[in-house]
């Protein structure tokens, strides 16, 4: 069983600022990662997959990196809808098993 | 435009049964793997089951195997989650989403909210 884990929790940051998420796998997962984004009260929207490619209408300003089990999601300027929660999720598994993380919430500092 | 419209959801004793339904519209649904994720109050997303789009391959999570089952009718662009003997834990907001391939998940329902309580 593949287990994921985000750090930190809680990330407080400044409007403008840059936010750098950490997502990690206790198993190598290639780069069969992604990344979800959840405003409150709303369904989770997709951003990242495949560890870096965004997902279509997705601002430029997230980018995600990483491969194995060290993966990174950056908002390099947060606007004031970026403060959300921010989910991983792992799809590396045959028969398909799908992990998410626990979260980290972006919010205003 | 994709939509997928869940419905079904309620308060429900232990150990009864729900059923669940998600419409789907806006894309070709009998060619979509389709995925039930949940989301316990105050809580994280938890994968519950996908099937592939005839039904050939399903999976389920480890705390839902046996008691659930996920099943399709591409006549009618519909999925379904049948859930047996629930208890309290299964208490969530249950999201019906679309997979790309045996991936990640693109597109997601806004849920339906499933209370399992005596």
């Known amino acids: 069983e593949i287990v994921m884990t985000q750090s930190p929790a809680t990330l407080s940051v400044s409007p403008g600022e840059r936010a750098t998420l950490s997502c990690r796998a206790s198993?190598?997962?290639?780069?069969?990662l992604a990344w979800y984004q959840q405003r409150p009260g709303q369904a989770p929207r997709l951003l990242i997959y495949?560890?870096?490619t965004r997902a279509t209408g997705i601002p430029a300003r997230f980018s995600g990196r990483g491969s194995g089990t060290e993966f990174t999601l950056t908002i390099s300027s947060l606007q004031s809808e970026d403060f959300a929660v921010y989910y991983c999720?792992?799809?590396?598994?045959?028969?398909?098993?799908?992990?998410f993380g626990p979260g980290t919430k972006v919010d205003i500092k | 435009q994709v939509q997928l419209v869940e419905s079904g959801g309620g308060v429900v004793q232990p150990g009864r049964s729900l059923g669940l339904s998600c419409a789907a519209s806006?894309?070709?649904?009998?060619?979509?793997?389709m995925h039930w994720v949940r989301q316990a109050p105050g809580k994280g997303l938890e994968w519950v089951a996908i099937?592939?789009?005839?039904?050939?391959?399903?999976n389920y999570a480890d705390s839902v195997k046996g008691r659930f089952t996920i099943s399709r009718d591409n006549s009618k662009n519909t999925l379904y989650l049948q859930m047996n003997s629930l208890r309290a834990e299964d208490t969530a907001l249950y999201f019906c989403?679309?997979?790309?391939?045996?991936?990640?998940?693109?597109?997601w329902g806004q849920g339906t909210l499933v209370t399992v309580s005596s």
């Open positions: 495949g560890a870096s």
């Open positions: 806006g894309f070709t649904f009998s060619s979509s793997t």
């Open positions: 099937t592939s789009y005839d039904e050939s391959i399903k």
């Open positions: 989403a679309r997979g790309v391939g045996y991936s990640y998940v693109d597109y």
């Open positions: 198993h190598s997962i290639t780069n069969n």
């Open positions: 999720q792992q799809y590396n598994n045959w028969p398909p098993i799908f992990t």
